[in-house]
T-cell receptor
Framework: AQKITQTQPGMFVQEKEAVTLDCTYD???????LFWYKQPSSGEMIFLIY??????QNATEGRYSLNFQKARKSANLVISASQLGDSAMYFC????????????FGTGTRLKVLA | DVKVTQSSRYLVKRTGEKVFLECVQD?????MFWYRQDPGLGLRLIYFSYDVKMKEKGDIPEGYSVSREKKERFSLILESASTNQTSMYLC???????????FGNGTRLTVT
């Protein structure tokens, strides 16, 4: 079965420090895409970063990077130099390429950045 | 910039009412989605549409239907609202296969 697991329901980090949000996935598809989204208290889901399963390098977007370990089936999000505005829910998602547009989402991690 | 607009931010309806949730996107995307978000369950796909008048069931379609008469508009219909449909509903659109989803702000529906 295809599944995304986020084992950290909640996390705290001090402002300006780095934080890693864990995500593991399960799929038998040889090709797939992995995504991270941020959901502030306002409710809108904001796309952060994408990693393709065949990408050789880890994806980076500004302060966000994705630590992709294919053999371990993990796609952890690293946020460097945390800011108060980073406080939000973070969702990991996978889109298998078995001819479907269905995304599979994890249950999310709530991050709180402390001043 | 990409824009997905959901017509209502908050909605309160009575059990048995027919409820319409509207979503409009301005990016000319062919693919549109309706998700339901509940605490501890993440996002679950209700329906999606890959073209006008085309739709496919997601993981939890029971109690819902959809309509897509125009490319930019995707409506979610609760035929007879029930209290277990109280939830946050998120609409999204997507350009292509490896593209991210673009979400609206969500509609928080309460059925009493």
């Amino acid at each position: 079965a295809q599944k995304i697991t986020q084992t950290q329901p909640g996390m705290f980090v001090q402002e300006k420090e780095a934080v890693t949000l864990d995500c593991t996935y399960d799929t038998s598809d040889p090709s797939y895409g992995l995504f991270w989204y941020k959901q502030p208290s306002s409710g809108e889901m904001i796309f952060l970063i994408y990693q393709g399963s065949y990408d050789q390098q880890n994806a980076t977007e500004g302060r966000y990077s994705l630590n992709f370990q294919k053999a371990r089936k993990s796609a952890n999000l690293v946020i460097s130099a945390s800011q108060l505005g980073d406080s939000a829910m973070y969702f990991c998602a996978m889109r298998p390429t078995s001819g479907t547009y269905k995304y599979i989402f994890g249950t999310g991690t709530r991050l709180k950045v402390l001043a | 910039d990409v824009k997905v607009t959901q017509s209502s931010r908050y909605l309160v309806k009575r059990t048995g009412e027919k409820v319409f949730l509207e979503c409009v996107q301005d990016m000319d995307h062919e693919n549109m989605f309706w998700y339901r978000q509940d605490p501890g369950l993440g996002l679950r796909l209700i329906y999606f549409s890959y073209d006008v008048k085309m739709k496919e069931k997601g993981d939890i379609p029971e109690g819902y239907s959809v309509s897509r008469e125009k490319k930019e508009r995707f409506s979610l219909i609760l035929e007879s609202a029930s209290t277990n449909q109280t939830s946050m509903y998120l609409c999204a659109s997507m350009e292509g296969y490896n593209s991210p989803l673009h979400f609206g702000n969500g509609t928080r529906l309460t059925v009493t």
